[in-house]
């Protein structure tokens, strides 16, 4: 199992503007992801952060749109910027960590975005 | 590339009725495969996963078999509950945990 959290849980935000969410994990992993769940849809990915490199983004996301940061291998941050009505979302955290002898994804709560 | 096909849902059953959710995938080499599930208003959580071959995944009544002969992963429960309602996710992953790849979700609803 694993604790991960992120924050903040929801936010209503006004287009053009940009928002910044954090992701905590409880231990210090080497893969942590960031998805986007848009209404009633599947997960998609948007990009790879690795600690010590430029995050690898998914064809589709750009860096300026949604940068990323990893400073260490307990934390993340992933920034909306310029937002618009279509990026209301729900944007999730995730890590990979070795369980049971394999690897396992483990997910954040979630950040439910809404751009009015 | 890869990718997974869940069947479409809604799927409504009534309590103990017998659920099987449809998961099929195309991927290269031996991916890890996984079901997750979100119940309403939670974030996602894994259910049962499989890493190779014949691999039966399993948990809280649940279970799914790695077929690769058919290249399916379809997830069973004998007697569902009401609080088996939520939206049940296949997945698969490089061996190497990378990054997930997601069907498209089924929506379970169980009526008492």
């Known amino acids: 199992s694993a604790v991960i959290s992120q924050k903040p849980s929801r936010d209503i935000c006004q287009r053009g503007t940009s928002l910044t969410i954090q992701c905590q994990v409880d231990?210090?992993?080497?893969?942590m992801f960031w998805y986007r769940q848009q209404p009633g849809q599947s997960l998609t990915l948007i990009a790879t952060?690795?600690?010590?490199?430029?995050?690898?983004?998914e064809s589709g996301f750009v860096i300026d749109k949604f940068p990323i940061s990893r400073p260490n291998l307990t934390f993340s941050t992933l920034t909306v910027s310029n937002m618009s009505p279509e990026d209301s979302s729900i944007y999730l955290c995730?890590?990979?960590?070795?369980?049971?002898?394999?690897?396992?994804?483990?997910f954040g709560p979630g950040t439910r975005l809404t751009v009015t | 590339g890869n990718s997974v096909t869940q069947m479409e849902g809604p799927v409504t059953l009534s309590e103990e009725a017998f659920l099987t959710i449809n998961c099929t995938y195309t991927?290269?080499?031996?991916?890890?495969l996984f079901w997750y599930v979100q119940y309403p208003g939670e974030g996602l959580q894994l259910l049962l996963k499989?890493?190779?071959?014949?691999d039966k995944g399993s948990n809280k009544g649940f279970e799914a078999t790695y077929r690769k002969e058919t290249t399916s992963f379809h997830l069973e429960k004998g007697s569902v509950q009401v609080s088996d309602s939520a939206v049940y996710f296949c997945?698969?992953?490089?061996?190497?945990?990378?990054?997930?790849?997601f069907g498209q979700g089924t929506e379970l609803s169980v009526k008492p």
């Open positions: 997945a698969l992953s490089d061996w190497f945990g990378g990054k997930l790849i």
């Open positions: 231990s210090q992993v080497t893969m």
């Open positions: 995730s890590d990979t960590r070795e369980a049971r002898g394999s690897y396992e994804q483990y």
């Open positions: 952060a690795n600690q010590g490199s430029e995050a690898t983004y």
């Open positions: 499989a890493t190779k071959a014949d």
């Open positions: 991927a290269t080499g031996y991916p890890s």
